[in-house]
């Protein structure tokens, strides 16, 4: 037990559920604005010229499929549901922003590679670490008796 009366089990899963719900409140909107327009996002027509301008397929239904994985990674990862998959789509959509901006240099604030990197790194770290107890995944194996 910890001074707070917490056992370490359950501090170590109150931080993996901080670092889900963190990482895939962040994804979501980016998802939501592709796929919307929300929150000053792109919509798919602008989405499309992005994927365009550095060479990537745009034709529909691409940019459509990809912004709703993207959304749906978001969303899982909130909700510890298929959460080491979810990290895992997560980590391509990020690591893929890595190698695209990598002409730009280091620096985020001029385009480059630093902060898709750390959040390229910290979604893998959830794949690796897994949802926790304060998950989805935790309570649907609980119910079926599914091993961890």
Do not use: C
């Amino acid at each position: 037990m910890t001074s707070t009366g917490l056992t370490p089990a359950t501090v170590h899963d109150a931080g993996l559920l901080l670092l889900r719900l963190t990482a895939g409140g962040f994804l979501l909107p980016h998802g939501l604005g592709k796929l919307f327009g929300w929150l000053g996002g792109p919509g798919l027509a602008g989405f499309a010229l992005e994927l365009r301008e550095h060479g990537l397929p745009a034709a529909s239904p691409v940019p459509m499929l990809l912004a709703s994985l993207q959304t749906l990674a978001g969303a899982l990862l909130v909700v510890g549901l298929w959460t080491r998959g979810s990290a895992l789509v997560a980590a391509g959509f990020l690591a893929t922003t890595v190698v695209l901006n990598r002409a730009n240099g280091w620096y985020w604030m001029r385009g480059g590679i630093e902060y898709p990197l750390l959040w390229t790194l910290v979604v893998l770290g959830i794949a690796l670490l897994g949802p926790g107890q304060f998950s989805l995944d935790t309570l649907i194996r609980s119910r079926t008796g599914a091993p961890a």
